[in-house]
Structure formats: structure tokens, C-alpha cells
């Protein structure tokens, strides 16, 4: 069983920053093809960013250029830096992790198996 822990939420104007962190409970070094997760109000969760086993990222498109993603082992943790924010980046953010990591990067949540419990992003124009 792996934990993870989302913060660094909160609320920004647009054109604002902000870092969401995800403390693993697990060595992150073994904690792998960690991802992020949104899910604006109303609507379906969605991939951010997803990492694959050979620690490949893959941004999906309306966050390309803007979002960063990076871990630091010795801390156990990982982070989304969240540049040039847009309203429509309002969401509950998730970090999360499966069980097995695979070649290709997933982006569909059923097929991840551990999750935090969320950090709200508001973004306002």
C-alpha cells in the first residue's frame, strides 16, 4: 500500500504559479510512473501529466509549456510546477500511482491503484 499526500493548493489570479506537492509514503525511487490528475467542477477526472517506466513525461496538451513535473528522491516526494495558470486550470488536483508501471504511460485513472486525497487549484481571471 502506498500513500500519497497532495498540497500546495490554493488560490491564484491568472498568469499566477503554483506548486502542488505529492509526498509518497514509499521510497520514490520504487514509487514509479507517479501522475497527475484534475477534476474540474462538473466534469470527468483527467490526466495532467503521466510518467512511464522509463520515467518518459507526457504532458497533455493544454498544459504543455506551462506545467512541470519533477521529483526529488531524498525527499520522498514529487511536484507540478503550474506556471502561466488559466482559469480553465481550476480543478482538484490528484496525485497517483499503479501498481505496475508499464512502457507506455497510462492516462485513463482506473488504471491507477493508489491516490492522494486532492488539493483544490482555483484560478481566477
Known amino acids: 500500500q502506498v500513500r500519497l499526500v497532495e498540497s500546495g493548493g490554493g488560490s491564484v489570479q491568472a498568469g499566477g504559479s503554483l506548486r502542488l506537492s505529492c509526498a509518497a509514503s514509499e521510497p520514490t525511487v520504487r514509487v514509479n510512473c507517479v501522475g497527475w490528475f484534475r477534476q474540474p467542477p462538473g466534469k470527468d477526472r483527467e490526466w495532467v501529466v503521466v510518467?512511464?517506466?522509463?520515467?518518459?513525461?507526457r504532458y497533455t496538451d493544454s498544459v504543455k509549456g506551462r506545467f512541470t513535473l519533477s521529483k526529488d528522491n531524498a525527499k520522498n516526494t514529487l511536484y507540478l510546477q503550474m506556471d502561466s495558470l488559466k482559469p480553465e486550470d481550476t480543478a482538484m488536483y490528484f496525485c497517483?500511482?499503479?501498481?505496475?508501471?508499464?512502457?507506455?504511460?497510462?492516462?485513463?485513472?482506473?488504471?491507477?491503484?493508489?491516490w492522494g486525497q486532492g488539493t483544490q487549484v482555483t484560478v481566477s481571471s
Open positions: 510518467v512511464n517506466a522509463a520515467e518518459a513525461k
Open positions: 497517483a500511482a499503479p501498481r505496475v508501471c508499464t512502457a507506455v504511460a497510462r492516462t485513463q485513472a482506473r488504471e491507477y491503484d493508489w
